[in-house]
């Protein structure tokens, strides 16, 4: 016959296994702190009874002895008083028990109980005192005691662990199935999500148990899933889109040229043309893979420690002639020791972006600075420009991919730019910001390394 499911579980198993064995060690405990106490109480007794009878004078001894004797209905107590050559004078025992120690503490020995009912042996607690006269005073006490305690303890355990077997099943199964039930829930919930419910979470109780840890990470993970998900959707859009328009304009500018050239040379202006137009393509396709390389690079195997006032220079120097052409002032404004921990390739290449967005859309006349600043256990590079900046609304857009504003739509670009820088910065763990308003600032902030 097969077991229910719940049967089956570790935690069923467990948790039955667990109560049990907390029963049996709780009835051990109080039966080893009952019997400590029981012993500790009866050596104080018998200690305490030997100095009393020692104490006696020698012609009311015995008949201190007689009296203890006499007042045990349960035949526990045991007195015995020997000469010193081991001779039995008084009380109930044979002989001076084997082993015991004179003056010394309570211990167990093995003696020979002698009353009207005979010779009977046992082991009991003794201790054994010397007297002034010479004489050996033994007072006993039979342990049974510890064994009646030790079968009632054996007797309550016999009648508890059935009971305890019984509750440690039904808390067993209880939080088994109330597991089950977590597990059934998240497995529904995941096969939902499997189907394309990408909005589907996992609820949490707000208890902070490990199911609701589980449900946070796994919250945080489908919510990554959904944004990158979301965001290839709409890359895939935009693809298609953005390379749509060029290819287009090449077929239409082949077609007509195959149609309308009569001459050499205008056959080669329209093959110019469509060359010019597959670059466009060959360049955002280059820039979305190089973007893909970055995003999903981990490692930190070229991270070194980098002078920024060096590199900012190298960029001013790579964009100055370009500058010039446009009749653009470019200023270099860097400080003095100041470094980042990066990639320096990378690096480079998220700062050349900036400054070259700042040139291509600054118009004649205007300026563009490159700035490198020290803030609060941060450097920062600071690229600032006099065009016409960027509006409140534009903020977080300019970083998607693709996305062209209506003031650079006659400005040639692939709208990548940004993006590429976003995901340099990202991979750095640096601070990006853009300021609204006329004329664009744009800052990387970078952490001072930690010496």
């Not at 069923?12 to 049990?20: D, E, G, K, L, N």
């Not at 953005?242 to 309308?260: C, F, K, Q, S």
């Not at 002639?321 to 690096?347: G, H, M, W």
Request: aromatic share 4%; hydrophobic share 45%.
């Amino acid at each position: 016959m097969k077991l229910p499911d719940f049967v089956r579980t570790t935690t069923f198993r467990w948790i039955s296994i667990a109560f049990v064995v907390c029963i049996l060690l709780f009835s051990a405990f109080v039966y080893w702190e009952a019997a400590t106490y029981m012993l500790a109480r009866m050596d104080g007794v018998i200690a305490e009874d030997s100095l009393v009878i020692a104490s006696d004078p020698p012609d009311r001894r015995l008949n201190a002895i007689e009296d203890r004797l006499s007042e045990d209905p349960r035949r526990i107590k045991l007195v015995g008083l020997f000469s010193a050559n081991g001779q039995r004078i008084a009380g109930n025992l044979e002989s001076l028990p084997a082993g015991l120690g004179v003056n010394a503490t309570v211990q167990t020995a093995k003696v020979i109980r002698v009353d009207q009912r005979g010779h009977e042996a046992m082991t009991v607690r003794a201790i054994a005192r010397a007297l002034p006269n010479g004489d050996v005073l033994v007072i006993g006490r039979h342990d049974g005691e510890l064994r009646q305690l030790a079968e009632v303890v054996a007797r309550a355990l016999l009648l508890a662990l059935p009971v305890a077997f019984g509750l440690s099943l039904m808390i067993g199964a209880i939080l088994s199935l109330r597991v089950q039930r977590r597990v059934a829930d998240l497995q529904a919930l995941v096969r939902r999500i499997m189907s394309g419910n990408l909005s589907t979470r996992i609820p949490a109780s707000g208890l902070d148990h490990p199911f609701d840890k589980l449900a946070v990470i796994a919250n945080g993970m489908l919510d990554e899933i959904e944004v990158l998900v979301t965001e290839m959707a709409g890359v895939g859009n935009e693809i298609a889109h953005d390379l749509r328009t060029p290819l287009t304009r090449v077929r239409i500018g082949l077609e007509r040229g195959r149609a309308n050239a009569t001459t050499l040379a205008e056959l080669q202006a329209v093959t110019d043309r469509a060359i010019g137009a597959l670059d466009q393509s060959l360049t955002i396709i280059t820039a979305l893979l190089r973007i893909t390389e970055i995003e999903n690079s981990r490692g930190k195997a070229n991270f070194n420690e980098v002078a920024l006032a060096d590199l900012v220079r190298e960029v001013g120097d790579l964009y100055d002639p370009i500058a010039e052409d446009k009749q653009v002032t470019l200023r270099i404004i860097p400080a003095s020791n100041a470094t980042a921990y990066c990639d320096r390739d990378l690096f480079f290449e998220a700062v050349a972006n900036l400054v070259d967005n700042a040139v291509k859309f600054t118009p004649a006349g205007g300026s563009v600075d490159i700035s490198l600043v020290r803030g609060e256990n941060e450097n920062i590079i600071r690229v600032s420009d006099t065009g016409g900046g960027i509006g409140e609304d534009e903020r977080n857009a300019v970083m998607r991919r693709f996305y062209r504003s209506d003031k650079s739509r006659n400005t040639r670009g692939s709208g990548l730019g940004l993006c590429l820088v976003s995901a340099i910065v990202k991979l750095h763990g640096f601070r990006l910001t853009l300021n609204t308003g006329a004329g664009c600032v744009a800052e990387i902030a970078c952490p001072v390394p930690a010496h």
